[in-house]
């Protein structure tokens, strides 16, 4: 009998059994490791491992759109670069299931030729954006998306992340008071 992961009701599917092995097997590295947040960290998730892999990326986007399937999303999105095969692989799973999500890219910095865009994709005022991303630590990249997302007219729908390191990244989308969902923790990967 397979095991089976049951997020607080979230999915009760093998799906996040597997990912969470996926994960473990194919990006989960120790050592010495500077996260994006400046702390330092003996491990490092490399979730680019599995989400710009093929199955990997079918796993994440099944999971991520059983998440948000009852928030009402018009689009999907997050910071470059994370966020963009997850918000990506969501679409394509959506578009499978007869449902319409934008997919949105946040850039880290607008581009200094053509359009000057700070957000690309189909971005309406009002449209009711989830922000994924691949490992929240503190949140800080994720909040950065939220804030141009929310400049430019979007109404934030909540966040969801492939993991969560539990170092405060919930507690910082507490705060806000915006819905929050980790798929896995690290707690989670920690077990055998």
Same mark, same amino acid.
């Given at each position: ?36 947040? $400046?702390? /330092?960290?003996?491990?490092? =998730?490399?979730? @680019?491992?599995?989400?710009?892999? #093929?199955? !990997?990326?079918?796993?994440? %986007? ?35 299931? $007869?449902? /319409?999500?934008?997919?949105? =890219?946040?850039? @880290?910095?607008?581009?200094?030729? #053509?359009? !000057?865009?700070?957000?690309? %994709? ?35 729908? $909540? ?34």
């Amino acid at each position: 009998m397979r095991r089976t992961l049951n997020m607080g009701g979230m999915m009760d599917t093998p799906v996040l059994e597997q990912l969470r092995r996926t994960i473990k097997t194919n990006a989960w590295r120790t050592g010495d490791f500077t996260l994006a947040s $400046g702390q /330092k960290s003996d491990y490092y =998730i490399d979730l @680019k491992a599995v989400t710009l892999d #093929g199955q !990997g990326s079918v796993m994440v %986007g099944e999971a991520v759109y059983h998440a948000i399937r009852d928030w009402n999303a018009d689009a999907v999105g997050g910071m470059e670069l994370g966020s963009v095969p997850i918000s990506t692989a969501v679409c394509l799973v959506a578009a499978q299931k $007869g449902v /319409k999500l934008s997919n949105i =890219i946040v850039r @880290k910095q607008a581009k200094d030729h #053509g359009t !000057g865009k700070g957000i690309e %994709g189909a971005l309406k005022p009002g449209a009711r954006v989830v922000v994924v991303e691949d490992v929240v630590s503190t949140g800080g990249s994720s909040l950065k998306a939220i804030e141009a997302l929310e400049a430019a007219g979007a109404v934030i729908a $909540g966040v969801v992340a492939i993991v969560d390191r539990e170092m405060g990244g919930a507690r910082a989308f507490e705060g806000r008071g915006l819905r929050y969902r980790p798929l896995l923790t690290v707690s989670d990967l920690r077990r055998e």
